[in-house]
T-cell receptor, first 116, second 112 residues
């Protein structure tokens, strides 16, 4: 079974530039998550999709971050414009969400973003 | 508070047992998890425990849960150098939908 695919692996941009990350979850997984992991911290949920609908984006800085999952499969996360404090690893995860209340997340390797 | 807390660092010798501790926040969390993160990789689920249990054993891993104190621990028996990684606990908060909240992570260093 293929895992969660993310690209690019690394990205270096200057502040005020735009950047986009892509994620392809495990086939058949209904729920997709984007997490931000700042160096030395645990992952923080940015946005959670159930199929192609958003169920939680309460911690997404909506003035600069956006995400979509148009066909309920792959997803893109965009930052526009980037700030220095956006430097982090952006992790995508998916779960089958079989409604059992036991969310086992499968993570991609992440995109490491450096904003200079 | 809102944060799931862990100690930052633990160093053990190969063959010893490791105990990683976590204090979570939501007493209604139904499941609690332990994830492992190796350098440059995403998080990998190690084990989990249902909130009506107080212990779960899975090969070298033992999870202990104290619901009264909202305290979770992970014991790794016969720790190996390959166990060196960052370990995250996570609670599953039911806010109308299932939401995982991760701790700050404990870096485990195993020396030969």
């Amino acid at each position: 079974e293929a895992g969660v695919a993310q690209s690019p692996r690394y990205k270096i941009i200057e502040k005020r530039q735009s950047v986009a990350f892509w994620c392809n979850p495990i086939s058949g997984h209904a729920t997709l998550y984007w997490y931000q992991q700042i160096l030395g911290q645990g992952p923080k949920l940015l946005i959670q999709f159930q199929n192609n609908g958003v169920v939680d984006d309460s911690q997404l800085p909506k003035d600069r971050f956006s995400a979509e999952r148009l066909k309920g499969v792959d997803s893109t996360l965009k930052i526009q414009p980037a700030k220095l404090e956006d430097s982090a690893v952006y992790l995508c995860a998916s779960s089958p969400n079989r409604g059992q209340g036991n969310e086992k997340l499968f993570f991609g390797s992440g995109t490491q973003l450096s904003v200079l | 508070g809102e944060d799931v807390e862990q100690s930052l660092f633990l160093s053990v010798r190969e063959g010893d047992s490791s105990v990683i501790n976590c204090t979570y926040t939501d007493s209604s969390s139904t499941y609690l998890y332990w994830y492992k993160q190796e350098p440059g990789a995403g998080l990998q689920l190690l084990t989990y425990i249902f909130s009506n249990m107080d212990m779960k054993q899975d090969q070298r891993l033992t999870v202990l849960l104290n619901k009264k104190d909202k305290h979770l621990s992970l014991r790794i028996a016969d720790t190996q150098t390959g166990d060196s990684a960052i370990y995250f606990c996570a609670e599953n908060r039911d806010t109308g939908f299932q939401k995982l909240v991760f701790g700050t992570g404990t870096r485990l260093l195993v020396s030969p």
